[in-house]
């Protein structure tokens, strides 16, 4: 290869990694484009310019950098809180039942706990009534928007 072949080569390269770089940088940058959720549930969108709205939304974890990410997130949230009409809080002590996710064949199933409580977790009563909230949600939507696996 000559030295010309070998310039090429070499500036493609670093055009490659210049947009590695960029895709890597902190998102949002100023005048980046990100994506939000609106009280209504709808997404909508704002260039970043680093004011107090921006910040307070990215505090709250709702700053997205595409609209398919803030959309799932809608959906996950509705999910959430479609499964929390059922729950009840943490009991020491007691049994506390909760939907639980096989992963080798994508199978939701119900255990519990008496004494570990973690985080996030969204807890029932009995498993009755787990698997009354399976069935009204839907498995495939649990699956999918909780345990962000598709099938």
């Known amino acids: 290869m000559n030295l010309q072949e070998e310039l090429k080569v070499l500036k493609q390269r670093i ?6 770089a960029k895709e890597e940088q902190e998102f949002p940058q100023y005048k980046d484009t990100y994506y939000y959720i ?3 549930g709808r997404v909508d969108w704002l260039p970043w310019v680093d004011d107090d709205i921006g910040l307070r939304q990215q505090g709250l974890g709702n700053v997205f950098r ?3 990410q803030a959309e799932f997130a809608v959906e996950k949230l509705k999910v959430e809180a479609e499964l929390r009409k059922f729950s009840v809080p943490f009991k020491d002590n007691d049994n506390n039942y909760y939907i639980e996710l096989y992963l080798p064949d994508k199978t939701l199933s119900i255990d519990r706990s008496e004494y570990f409580q973690t985080q996030g977790t969204i807890y029932f009563e009995s498993k009755k009534v787990a698997q009354q909230a399976i069935e009204t949600v839907g498995a495939d939507r649990i699956t999918e928007y909780i345990f962000e696996v598709e099938d």
């Open 38 to 40: 609106q009280s209504s």
């Open 66 to 68: 595409t609209r398919e």
């Open 15 to 20: 055009a490659e990694l210049e947009e590695q």
